[in-house]
C-alpha cells in the first residue's frame, strides 16, 4: 500500500450523483474526497483519496471531532463517550469542518487528546465556476433556457492528490482524471506512517473505532447493537458518528446509498483477535453480482483503533 502523487495540470470536476439537468438544477458541485471509484482504471485496489500538502498527508477531520460554534479559531475536541455523546460545557459546539494532518491524527486524534491543527479545504482547493449552454444536437446550436453552470476544483501550486491504493494498474506518466477527463501528471509515491501497516490486538469487551477512508456500506445499515465483521472479527456497534451520506453508483450500476468518509464507528470487541490497521466491513450491497469484487476493489476500507483518553 502507497500513497501515489498526482499533480492536476489544469482544474478537476468530481461532480456527485444529484440529478443535474441544464435549464433545470443550474448548478453542478465538484465534490471532495470523491468515490474511489473514479481511480479504479489506475489501481487494482484503492482504499483513500487525500491530499498532499508540502510533503504531508491530510485526511478529512474525523466526524466525532466538534469546534466551538459559530467560531472561526479553537481546537477541536473529540466527542466523549456517551450515547448520545452530550457535552457538559456550557459552550456550544458543532462538527468540525476541513482536514487534519496525518501525523496529527496519529499522535493525537488516535490518542485522545485532541487539540490538533484543521486545515480548510480552501487552503488546498480553490472553486472555479465554468458557465456553458447546452447544444442542439442537429444544429449545433445554443438551446433557449439551457444555461448551466460548473464547479471545478483547482489545486494550489504546493498541493497534490494522494490516492492510497495498492500496486498501480494502468497507471501512466500522464493520467485523465475526473470529469471531462482533465490531465494530471504523476509525481512519485510516498510511504504513510508505519502505523498504517501495523496490526492490531483485539480484546473482548474493550472499545475501539473505526475510522472510514472509503465510502461504505453496510447491509441493513449501521444500528446500536448490531453485530458486524469488519476484517473477518466480530465487533459489536455502540456508536455512528456520521459524516453524512451519498448514492453511489457506476456507468449502467445500480445507485447504492453508502456512508461518506470521515465516518467513525464506536464499536466493542465480542472476540479476541489481530487484525490489520488498515481493514475492511465485510459486508456489500445485495445489487452487486460478486461480494469479493466490491470489496477487492477498495469500498468499506478504514482504520481501526483501541478507543484511548
Known sequence: ?????????????FGGLKNFSAGESHIQKSSFPPPIMRFF??????????????????????????????????????????????LEEEKPYEPAQGFVSVSDFVEKYTSGEG??????????????????VKLSVSSRTSEESMLYSQDFLRFKEDTLLGILASEADGLKSLNKIGGEGRLAKLKGKMDLADFFKDKLTLKKGNLYKFYLLSHAFVEGGIKREKNIKIGDRELKVLWLHSAGSEFISGF?????????????????AVENGEINRVC??????????????????????????????
Do not use: H
Not at 487494482?44 to 472561526?72: I, M, N
Open 1 to 13: 500500500m502507497k500513497l501515489y502523487l498526482l499533480e492536476p495540470y489544469d482544474v478537476l470536476s
Open 41 to 86: 482504471p489506475y489501481f487494482r485496489k484503492v482504499y483513500s483519496v487525500l491530499l498532499v500538502k508540502d510533503g504531508e498527508a491530510y485526511l478529512p477531520v474525523p466526524a466525532d471531532c466538534l469546534k466551538p460554534r459559530k467560531e472561526k479559531k479553537g481546537d477541536p475536541i473529540i466527542a466523549p463517550l456517551k450515547f448520545p455523546p452530550v
Open 115 to 132: 487539540g490538533f491543527v484543521l486545515k480548510e479545504l480552501g487552503e488546498f482547493l480553490a472553486t472555479e465556476m465554468r458557465v456553458g
Open 252 to 268: 449502467r450500476k445500480p445507485f447504492v446509498e453508502m456512508l461518506r468518509p470521515a465516518s467513525v464507528l464506536v464499536l466493542e
Open 280 to 309: 475492511q466491513i465485510e459486508s456489500s450491497p445485495s445489487v452487486i453480482d460478486r461480494r469479493e469484487k466490491f470489496l477487492e476493489r477498495g469500498w468499506n476500507s478504514g482504520i481501526i483503533m483501541e478507543v484511548k483518553g
